[in-house]
């Protein structure tokens, strides 16, 4: 079994390498030129350009992107589990979509719509490849990935809602009146879309926030994922504050948030997904 996610899941490629997970990915246009995320622009470029003021935009991952993927898998006699990005807010998934029915035996290719992106999308892929270490075949993984999404959470708190006003996925009278006050908007992704849950009145409520969000409901059998947009030093006090406050040490993987889901969140937002504990 091969496993295929997208860059909506922001895995950068030596991660994916050590997992054996291929990234297909999305497309960053800044102007008149498009670049694939992570592969002919950099994170690090991309955030220098955003950070200097240009406001980029984001493209789907087209279906002939997948079907390069897919053909290449199946070719091996291997068969596909593919994690993408939720298809609430990308059309990634229907480009997935497509390039499965493209193929001759479709049967060997399994979607799952992840209804997330960044960290809740990366925390589906590390459990893909925990359990297809276990033995499992990718018909069984993709079936143990879709009970597991209902109680897939992912919280974030961005610096202002401009760039998600600009991508369409919040109103633009939502996003002016978020900036009043300094507030720091909250965020989470409620059935795949972006709802906003809240101000905090700078970042030390931002935290308690998070940590009254997590402490409700984890799962201690999986991990808790933290990302940042360029702002590792927020990152880390908030990954002090979720310590302190009783999530263990040891549960917390970090990573970063990459070019699509920048785009939309602009710099200095921190993402943080778990999986709830069951009823």
């Known amino acids: 079994m091969k496993i295929i996610t997208d860059s ?55 279906p002939d992107s997948f079907d390069k993927a897919f053909r290449t898998v199946l070719k091996a006699g291997e068969e596909v589990l593919c994690i993408t990005g939720s298809s609430k807010v990308s059309g990634t998934w229907q480009s997935a979509s497509i390039a499965r029915d493209l193929q001759s035996q479709p049967e060997r290719v399994h979607l799952v719509d992840s209804l ?42 961005v610096e202002s809602l401009k760039h998600l006003a600009l991508g369409g996925r919040i109103s633009g ?60 030093a927020a990152m880390e006090k908030l990954r002090i504050a979720l310590v302190a406050g009783g999530v263990p040490e040891n549960a917390i993987r970090e990573m970063g948030v990459g070019s699509v889901i920048g785009t939309h969140t602009g710099p200095g937002c921190l993402t943080l997904a778990w999986v709830e504990k069951e009823a």
């Open 8 to 62: 909506m899941s922001d895995i950068r490629a030596d991660e994916a390498a050590k997992m054996g997970v291929t990234v297909v990915p999305l497309h960053v246009i800044f102007g008149m030129y498009s670049y694939l995320d992570d592969v002919t622009i950099t994170r690090e470029e991309f955030y220098e350009r955003l950070e200097a003021g240009e406001l980029p935009k984001t493209s789907q991952a087209s």
């Open 116 to 157: 997330s992106g960044n960290v809740g999308e990366a925390l589906l892929v590390q459990e893909a490849v925990r359990l297809r270490a276990d033995g499992m075949d990718a018909a069984e993984v993709a079936k143990a990935l879709e009970a597991l999404i209902p109680r897939l959470r992912l919280s974030a708190q």
């Open 173 to 232: 009278g939502a996003a002016k009146v978020g900036d009043l006050l300094y507030m720091k908007p909250l965020l989470s992704i409620v059935d795949g879309k972006v709802a906003q849950q809240g101000m905090a009145r700078g970042h030390k409520k931002a935290y308690g926030w998070f940590l009254e969000q997590i402490t409700q409901s984890i799962d201690p059998a999986y991990p808790v994922y933290l990302a940042s947009c360029n702002a590792p």
